[in-house]
Each structure stands twice: as C-alpha cells, then as structure tokens.
C-alpha cells in the first residue's frame, strides 16, 4: 500500500476523504450502473467460455473506483474473474475493502493509488479497464497521460471504457436553483482547470464530447459512444435518493464553488434552500444525462 500521496495530489473537487462523501457516491453508484443498463457494455461478455488450458483469468480494472460498489458488483455476478478497484482515497480504499470481505468476494482486490502517477500494474494486465466520473479530479492536460496508462495495462484486444457527465449530477431539470448551481459548477470547473467548456461562461463542462477523441488519441480503435439517462422527477424510483444526493452533493460542492470565485456565500445558501423547495414539488421534473464511450486496444500483430 502506498504511504499518502492524497495530500500532495488530491485535485477533486471534494474532499476526497470525506465519509459523506463517500455515502453520497454509494447511492450515486448503484443509481448510475442501473440507468447504465448493466455493469458492462450491452455487447461485452465479461466471462467468455473459460479454456481449460488456460490458467489466464480474466482480470478488470476499475479506475478512481470510490467506495468500490461496481467492482464489488462485478465480482459477485462474476465470480471467476479477478476485479481490481483502485483509487486514491485511504477512507473509500478501507470502507471498499472491508465491504469486500463482510461479501466474502475473495476476487475483489483494492489498493490505493494515485491514478495520474502511472499505474502500479505491468504492461497488458487487464481485460477491461473501466473509469467512471474522473471530470472532478483530472485537469485538462492530465487525461492523455492517465488515458496512455490505462491503454497500456489493457492487453491487446482488451477494452478501455470511460463514462462522464457534462452537468454536475443534475442535468436538465424545471428548478431554477439546479440549473443556477450545475451552471456555477461547470463555470468553477473551467476555472479549475477541468473538463473542456467552452470558456469562463459555459454552462456545462463539455467532457462527453471529447471521451471518444481521448480514447482515439491513446491509440483505442473501434470507439462506440452510448448515451444514458436517469430520471430523477417527482414520483420516479431515483427521486428520494436522488434527492437526498444532493443535500449532501451541493453542501460539500459549496467550499470549491467559493474558491473558484464564482458565487457568494448568500447566493449559494439561498440556492441550497430553494433547491430543496423545488425539489419538493410534485411537479418537479429532472433528467440526467450521461455518455460512455469504448474501445479496444489494438491486438499484437
Ligand atoms: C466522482 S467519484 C467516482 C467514483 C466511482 N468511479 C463511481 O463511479 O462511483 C471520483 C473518485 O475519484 C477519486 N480520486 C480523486 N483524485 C484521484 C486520483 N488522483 N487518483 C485516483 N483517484 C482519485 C476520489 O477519491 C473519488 O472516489
């Protein structure tokens, strides 16, 4: 295990040891594989008739995993393949770990590791390399490096799959105050550094767009990009949970919003109480849209 290289790095935009925090991406976790349509790609067999002369097992990377509730999913659903969560908070990297063991997933393996420092993993290790929601802790000029790591711990033929949102968590909603805060996330976000809008003003953080070009770049053929929506409206199963996602998502959002100057103390608490409000209304409306995009690491000649 790696001592704390957290503290020198941590860029995301929370506080990557916050136990909140932590919660809130358990809940996100199981909400997003679901309006995913499934832990892998619709056209992607994980676990392919296993050769009796190999002694290969087919092995899964999850990159900046959290607390780890998709890799403990697919190690429960997919008990002969070998899934590892990486991720560089020591708080996510426990809680993972001992969740694994509660689960007795014996092919569940976590570590800490900064995942803009290259990977503690050899070359061609892994079948499928997996990475949800990096907008939040990558600048701009890291994700070709972290993109070039990741292709080169997929063997040849294997794939590399990125899933990214462009709007915070909320995406497209009838509450003032949501569009007001998603607007002054992605405005904090180009000031950080991050995502790829365009420019000061921009309401959206415009990282979907460039999934597919990323992974072109890093040298993955046959990219294929799938949209996803989650509704969260009033009366929708995603609501309460979506709901009490945000209670704690733009309370913790709050300190970055304020850093990165773009809105004022008394602003962002009337937001915080008029989201609620709207929120709360039986006619409130939400969708959140998202993208993965995937491809393959080309096969040795
Ligand atoms: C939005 S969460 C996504 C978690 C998970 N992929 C999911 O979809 O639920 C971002 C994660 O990135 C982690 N993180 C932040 N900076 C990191 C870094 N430099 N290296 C590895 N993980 C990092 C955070 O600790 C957090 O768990």
Redesign the pocket.
């Known amino acids: 295990m790696m001592g704390q290289p957290h503290q020198i790095?941590?860029?995301?935009v929370f506080d990557?040891e916050s136990s909140a925090e932590m919660a809130r991406?358990l809940d996100?976790?199981h909400m997003?594989t679901r309006a995913m349509g499934g832990l892998f790609p619709e056209f992607y067999d994980p676990d392919p008739k296993p050769n009796p002369e190999s002694i290969d097992k087919q092995r899964v990377l999850d990159v900046?995993?959290?607390p780890g509730?998709?890799v403990q999913q697919v190690a429960f659903t997919y008990p002969s393949i070998e899934v590892f969560g990486?991720?560089?908070?020591h708080t996510?990297i426990e809680y993972a770990q001992a969740q694994a063991e509660v689960q007795h997933l014996k092919n569940a393996y976590f570590e800490e590791?900064?995942?803009?420092q290259p990977l503690k993993f050899p070359d061609d290790s892994f079948d499928f390399v997996n990475a949800?929601?990096m907008v939040?802790?990558l600048s701009r000029e890291q994700w070709p490096q972290v993109l070039q790591e990741m292709v080169r711990v997929t063997k040849p033929g294997g794939m590399v799959r990125l899933t990214d949102s462009d709007v915070a968590a909320t995406g497209v909603t009838n509450s003032r105050a949501l569009e007001r805060l998603t607007t002054l996330a992605a405005q904090a976000c180009y000031r950080a550094g991050k995502g790829f809008g365009a420019g000061r003003e921009s309401s959206n953080i415009g990282i979907t767009p460039m999934l597919s070009i990323l992974l072109q770049r890093a040298g993955c053929l046959g990219v294929i990009e799938q949209p996803h929506v989650l509704n969260y409206s009033s009366g929708t199963t995603a609501y309460h949970a979506n709901y009490s996602n945000f209670r704690t998502g733009w309370l913790l959002m709050k300190p970055f919003l304020l850093k990165m100057g773009v809105t004022t103390n008394e602003e962002i608490d009337a937001l915080y109480e008029q989201f609620q409000i709207e929120m709360l209304s039986e006619d409130f409306r939400g969708l959140w849209y998202f993208l993965s995009a995937w491809g393959q690491k080309p096969a040795k000649e």
């Open positions: 790095h941590n860029q995301y990557v991406l996100q976790d997003t900046a995993c959290g509730g998709w990486i991720d560089i908070s996510m590791m900064d995942v803009t949800r929601f939040g802790f």
